[in-house]
């Protein structure tokens, strides 16, 4: 079992920053990708960013944000985080975290995107709200 959550959402004014937290609790040693995942109502999930968690964390971004958002670890926290500087109001949403167990640190990238929107991730979080007003 492996449980997530998600904090630091809030409101901001657009170019404003946030830094939202994910914070893994049991068998985290399963879990070899963590990606961030934002959905605003009304409208389809997409992908953010995602970190390969073993090693130091190869990281990968989706073009349209790679930039403004950085997704980093603490492994001695046990927590993912995403730095979200600039923010737009086209960035709120609800943000969540999800983890999977396949293991491939190229996986960990583009086609964990993918299967994050097909949900293809074991594990995810409860959701943190990001909501930037213009």
């Known amino acids: 079992q492996v449980q997530l959550v998600e904090s630091g959402g809030g409101s901001v004014q657009a170019g404003g920053s946030l830094r939202l937290s994910c914070t893994a609790s049991g068998y985290t040693d399963s879990v070899n990708c963590v990606g961030w995942f934002r959905q605003a109502p009304g409208k389809e999930r997409e992908g953010v960013a995602t970190i390969y968690t073993p090693g130091a964390g190869s990281t990968y971004y989706v073009d349209s944000l790679k930039g403004r958002f950085n997704i980093s670890q603490d492994k001695a926290k046990n927590t993912v985080y995403l730095q979200m500087n600039s923010l737009k109001p086209d960035d709120t949403d609800m943000y969540y975290c999800?983890?999977?167990?396949?293991?491939?640190?190229?996986?960990?990238?583009?086609?964990?995107?993918?299967?994050?929107?097909?949900?293809?991730?074991?594990?995810w979080g409860q959701g943190t709200q990001v909501t930037v007003s213009s």
């Open positions: 999800a983890a999977a167990e396949r293991t491939g640190r190229l996986w960990c990238g583009a086609d964990a995107v993918e299967a994050g929107l097909a949900s293809g991730f074991e594990h």
